[in-house]
């Protein structure tokens, strides 16, 4: 691992983080939101007065998730990838749809669009008649035909946001997956197929933090023991081959 990766993966083992790793890993400035932090802590004050900031410089991260679970929120920098799309995609979206007269503000932050729904894929998808009702097979089918409606609608070219792992072992942009996650510890886009869940210690009622299955296959040795449920997880032969040659 870098020192970076260390870092992080030191910080997703303990309950408290610093306000700059909360910065990478979702995208939020801590320290220009003032109102969002009065009511997180007024938020933990009514439920048993537990210290969830301390001294205005780190947060404790597992409460800062349930609270945001509590009100279904997504920080936008999640958000963009259950949509497929890099972060600045979504804004431009955003920008066209309050320009349309639709707002979509999910949470009265300083940052309007910092915070989305966590169902902001289905709030989108009510606005075109032509999906509303149809079945997708899986989300690359879903970022495909979602992308393809905006860019007819809204007339504007949506950046997708590939997962490394099917970037890094298909030559051919088509087998790329459309990200749904980010890395935890590298902070790259991962897709629901090519990621890798860590048991890193968050309690039962959050998503564990994953990583790419194309960095688990780097840092196997180290990653093993924290893999979620029984058994490792499978690497396509292309991935070992390519890791082992990057090693060898």
């Known amino acids: 691992m870098t020192e970076a990766q260390e870092r992080r993966f030191s910080l997703l083992q303990n309950e408290w983080c610093d306000f700059p790793f909360i910065l990478e890993l979702y995208g939020i400035d801590l320290r220009s939101e003032s109102r969002f932090l009065r009511h997180f802590q007024s938020w933990a004050q009514m439920r048993g007065g537990t210290e969830v900031v301390h001294d205005e410089r780190e947060i404790h991260r597992y409460r800062f998730e349930?609270?945001?679970?509590?009100?279904?929120?997504?920080?936008k920098k999640w958000g963009a990838l259950r949509l497929g799309m890099k972060v600045a995609s979504l804004e431009e979206l955003l920008g066209k749809l309050g320009g349309a007269g639709?707002?979509?503000?999910?949470?009265?932050?300083?940052?309007p669009t910092a915070f989305v729904g966590e169902k902001i894929d289905n709030d989108i998808l009510d606005l075109f008649e032509e999906l509303r009702f149809r079945a997708f097979s899986d989300h690359n089918h879903f970022c495909l035909r979602m992308h393809r409606a905006i860019q007819k609608r809204f007339e504007f070219e949506v950046e997708p946001e590939f997962d490394i792992t099917s970037r890094s072992?298909?030559?051919?942009?088509?087998?790329?997956?459309?990200?749904?996650?980010?890395?935890?510890?590298?902070?790259e886009p991962v897709s629901l197929q090519f990621q890798v869940w860590l048991d890193?210690?968050?309690?039962?009622?959050?998503?564990?933090?994953?990583?790419?299955t194309l960095f688990y296959a780097q840092e196997r040795d180290l990653l093993r023991e924290y893999v979620?449920?029984?058994?490792?997880?499978?690497?396509?032969?292309?991935l070992v081959g390519a890791v082992h040659g990057a090693k060898g």
């Open 66 to 75: 349930t609270f945001l679970q509590t009100l279904k929120l997504l920080p």
């Open 228 to 238: 979620t449920g029984t058994g490792e997880p499978d690497i396509p032969p292309e």
């Open 200 to 212: 890193l210690g968050k309690p039962m009622n959050l998503r564990p933090d994953c990583c790419s």
């Open 169 to 187: 072992i298909y030559p051919d942009k088509s087998q790329w997956d459309y990200a749904h996650d980010w890395d935890a510890i590298t902070l």
């Open 102 to 111: 639709l707002v979509f503000c999910y949470y009265p932050s300083n940052d």
